[in-house]
């Protein structure tokens, strides 16, 4: 039986999921899907719309056998720390294939441009003159492989997959890494066909509009009643109020950010008038939302450091292929494989009981 790997938030899942899905098993039918899915929070420093317990019995419901939670530390960074943290947990359950959306859909070129990025001397200092003219870390990384093998890849689900087999290669993993052509356009924020992305209908779900043709009738008993921006911004609020002159201790503050923080923090009355107050060529809307989202849930520099390693595997649910997986991982003793929080003592997943009790927060209404 072949393992298939699938990465994913599922933010809302939607009908491109379900096709995703319904395609590796047109591929290999007698297959067992492994999903590796973040929680609360997403890599785009987003909320998840729906808690990482329903996303769970979602996509068990749709064809998954087995969620492993990718942890916040990883969830929550660049692209390159996700796919370091998502490979690592997919090698460990010996997974055969990687299958992945993309535009592109030529998994060589994926190969050749990351060999370029691990192999070329002539890269990063190609990456650090598109930085130094100001460009943002994607685009520069973009323009650098154009310059190198006259090939662009810039939208950010290619850029993500490129990172998956960057990090297949650097970890020297077995994993077979393969496509499927995407169907919609990852950047509209319109509904679109029968399948549109989750950044449309989270768009269109909040401007109270019909979505309930792209995504799959069960998803939408899950999804929020109020958009969870309005709380979080508040308690964002406090947060940098109270600690405007020690904000560089948090991931992602650096190069004088903190200064327009302090400067516009006040004058913003909404979360989105916040990020157009201090957004700059260099700090695009994702790198401020993950910004953000560190500063809200405490994640230091120095936390970053110390969990670099990853010490267990947290499983989200099973079925019954998935629970055999499980149990035949568990005899090879790589990692301890957990269900809950009191299995293990370890300081990343004290953490992630607290990011937890941040996110009900936010998303659970006031009785």
């Known amino acids: ?22 395609k590796i098993k ?37 064809g998954i056998d087995l969620v492993l939670e990718l942890p916040f530390p990883y969830a929550t960074e660049s692209a390159d720390t996700f796919a370091s943290g998502a490979i690592r947990i997919l090698s460990y359950f010996n997974v055969d294939y990687l299958i992945f959306g993309s535009e592109c859909d030529n998994i060589e070129i994926f190969k050749e441009l990351a060999n370029t990025q691990i192999n070329n001397p002539y890269y990063d200092n190609l990456v650090k003159e598109y930085l130094d003219l100001g460009y943002n870390y994607p ?16 939208s ?25 052509k995407r169907t919609n356009d990852y950047h509209n924020i319109n509904l679109t066909g029968k399948i549109s992305s989750a950044t449309s ?8 509009e019909d979505i309930s043709s792209y995504i799959p009738e069960d998803v939408i008993n899950y999804l929020p009643k109020d958009n969870p921006i309005n709380k979080y911004f508040e308690l964002l609020k406090y947060k940098l109020i109270s600690e405007v002159d020690e904000l560089d201790k948090y991931m992602d503050v650096s190069e004088g950010i903190d200064k327009r923080i302090k400067k516009f923090i006040l004058k913003s009355k909404d979360y989105d008038e916040l990020i157009e107050n201090i957004k700059t060529k260099r700090y695009t809307y994702n790198r401020l939302n993950r910004m953000f989202l560190h500063i809200l849930t405490n994640y230091t520099k120095e936390k970053s450091k ?62």
Request: neutral net charge.
């Open 306 to 367: 110390q969990f670099k390693t990853m010490n267990y595997i947290k499983v989200l649910g099973f079925n019954k292929k998935g629970s055999e997986l499980i149990k035949e991982i568990k005899k090879e003793d790589f990692i301890p494989i957990i269900t809950n929080y009191s299995e293990l003592d370890d300081k990343m997943l004290d953490y992630e009981l607290q990011i937890s009790f941040i996110y009900n927060m936010i998303t659970i209404p006031l009785k």
């Open 201 to 208: 209908i989270r768009n269109a779900y909040f401007n109270n």
């Open 26 to 62: 047109e591929l290999y039918p007698d297959s067992l899907i492994v999903l590796v899915m973040s929680g609360n929070f997403t890599e785009r420093g987003e909320i998840s719309l729906i808690n990482k317990w329903d996303k769970t019995k979602i996509a068990l419901n749709h």
């Open 156 to 180: 950010p689900n290619d850029l993500l997959g490129l990172s998956y087999v960057k990090q297949i290669i650097l970890q020297e993993s077995d994993i077979i890494p393969l496509t499927i």
């Open 139 to 154: 685009t520069s990384m973009s323009k650098a492989l154009t310059d190198l093998c006259d090939y662009t890849i810039n």
């Open 1 to 22: 039986m072949k393992k298939i790997g699938i990465i994913c938030e599922y933010n809302p899942f939607h009908n491109g999921h379900l096709y995703h899905i319904k």
